[in-house]
Structure formats: C-alpha cells, structure tokens
C-alpha cells in the first residue's frame, strides 16, 4: 500500500522558466525524515517551464519526495478571478498530506530545514493550525530591502480577532504550513475562486481552527519583479467591490463572531471609495491605494500604474 505523504507542498506556475527550477530544487533540498508530494499546477504555460519541471522531476531520485505533476491543457485564467486562482483550487483539491505547505513558482525556499521545522512546531502544538516565517523580496535577481518587513524583528503569534484587527498578514503565502483541515470541515472552494486575493481568506479561515505563529527567521524568497497583479485587468471599484464580497464571506463563515471588525472594515473600505469618487483626486486615490497596499495585495508600482490611469 502506497505511504500517504505527511506534507503536500503546492505549487502553482505559469511561465516561470526563468524561476522554476530554482523553486523546485529549495524543495528538493529540504532535509526530512517523512514523506512528501510535490504537486506542481501548470497553467498550459507557453515556454519552456513545463520541459523543466519534467526534467528535474525525472532527475529526482530521493523515494521520500514524490511528484504529481497537473499541466493544464488549456489556460484556466477567467477575467472575473485572481490569475492563478483556479490553478491553485484545483492543486489543493489533489493535496493528501496532513499538512500543506506552499510556494508560488516564481519563489523559493532558502532554508533547507523549513519543512522539518515547521511540521515539528505544529506537531508540538496541536492548538495552532498554521505556521510561517519572515521573507527576504527579490527584484531583478537581487535581494531588496524593504522597510516594512524590516521592521518585523521578533515572533508573531495571532488569533482569528488580531488577524482581523491588523488585516494584515505578517506571513507570506511561500513561507506557510498549515493543517489540511479542510475535508473535515467540509470546505468548499466555490467561492474561494471569486475572491480578489486568496492569502487573506485562507489564513483567516485556517485562525478560526487554531492560532497562527511566525518563525522570526528567513526561510523564503518572493520575487517581486513577477507581474502577477490583481489591477493588471480589473479597476479599483471592482478591486473594493469583490473585497467587500469576500469579508462578507469571513463574516458569515465566521457566524458573525468578527462581525464588528469586519463590518468596520467594509465601512472604511465604502466610505474611501465614496470619497474618491466625490473628489476625483489623483492624489487622495494614491494616498489611499499606499495605505491600503497591503490589504489589496497592491505593489508599489500598482498603486503608482493605478494613480496614473484613474478616470476624473
């Protein structure tokens, strides 16, 4: 009978042949005395990323790294959803594992130890479902600074309340791990596809079931010169508008027990877009994209693009 893998590491890609290979081999050098697939969604990509994911898949020859290998005939992408999404859903459908770690194929792991250091943490402890770290920012194959993570020196442990009331996660989606809870808790990722980001939701969901912790060290790297933005194909009311929808969705998948944080998010949310639109300003819709950059998933170069090309 085939070992079930104890982790189910999820990668998404789509024309990453300049970075793929380096994704897989991070997870490749993971050192790690249990079972883990490798399941790697590609989005019918059109250059060479597919032949390298072969290449180094039939290279592999360590019996407790196994792949599943899920090419897309056809692109999944669909203007009313996040790029990627769909891909993504239909990887997590696949994931076996207890646990579920993931990382986009334009990132990758520097720490060879992460997946044993994070498996052990959430095995220590059973009342806290997702684990991550701190992340170095790559921008043109060189390490950048960013003050904002800078600034995060020490640990962070959170619960479903302090996510909401920082709404911002301290933790990026290629340095997480977390419990695959969610054929036990019936989840359906219907309307998971519709949200306008998907680390927001899911981390939102998983602090429901347990508290949420960060390693205070560097164990990824996200490559932020990869054009994968929400605002490439969707304007700023229909970015505040699906974001509305989606904390609809935490607040009703939460009984409402946030209702005050959440209803006290949307209302900021309404009450900019309302006066933005009153005051057609470039500057005061730059001002309100930076301070809200995170919470949109919004680069630099985003909120600047979008300031640009607002209709007055």
């Known amino acids: 009978m085939e070992e079930l893998p104890l982790v189910s590491v999820v990668v998404i890609t789509y024309n990453h042949e300049k970075h793929i290979a380096k994704c897989i081999k991070g997870i490749l050098v ?45 692109n999944l992408s669909d203007p009313r959803f996040l790029p990627g999404k769909l891909n993504f859903v239909a990887c997590m459908k696949l ?31 059973p009342n806290y479902s997702l684990c991550g770290s701190k992340w170095r920012i790559e921008k043109n194959d060189a390490i950048i600074n960013d003050e904002l993570l800078e600034k995060q020196s020490e640990e962070v442990e959170l619960d479903s309340s302090e996510f909401l009331s ?3 996660s301290p ?32 981390f939102f969901i998983l602090s429901i079931y347990g508290r949420v912790y960060r390693f205070n060290e560097y164990m990824s790297v996200y490559n932020k ?33 946030f209702k ?4 006290a998010e949307q209302r900021f949310i309404r009450e900019h877009v309302k006066y933005e639109e009153k005051k057609s300003n470039r500057l005061s819709v730059f001002l309100f994209l930076l301070r809200n950059r995170i919470r949109l998933s919004l680069t630099i170069r985003d909120v600047i693009y979008l300031t640009r090309h607002y209709r007055e």
């Open 95 to 125: 994931a076996r594992g207890q646990f579920i770690a993931l990382c986009d194929g334009d990132d990758y792991w520097i720490d060879s130890n992460k997946l044993k250091k994070q498996v052990n943490f959430l095995n220590q402890h």
């Open 260 to 263: 005050k944080l959440i209803l």
């Open 30 to 74: 993971q050192e790690i005395d249990f079972q883990i697939e490798i399941i790697i969604g590609d989005d019918c990509s059109t250059d060479g990323n597919q032949k390298i994911i072969e290449s180094l898949v039939a290279e592999n020859n360590d019996p407790k790294k196994s792949f599943r290998l899920l090419f897309h005939p056809e």
């Open 166 to 168: 920082t709404y911002f």
């Open 225 to 257: 010169g990869i054009e994968r933005s929400i605002t490439k194909s969707r304007s700023l009311s229909t970015i505040c508008n699906d974001l509305l929808s989606m904390l609809d969705f935490m607040n009703d998948y939460s009984e409402l027990k």
């Open 171 to 202: 933790i990026h989606t290629s340095t997480v791990l977390f419990r695959n809870i969610f054929s036990d808790i019936g989840f359906s990722w219907k309307e998971f596809k519709y949200f306008p980001v998907g680390d927001i939701p899911l």
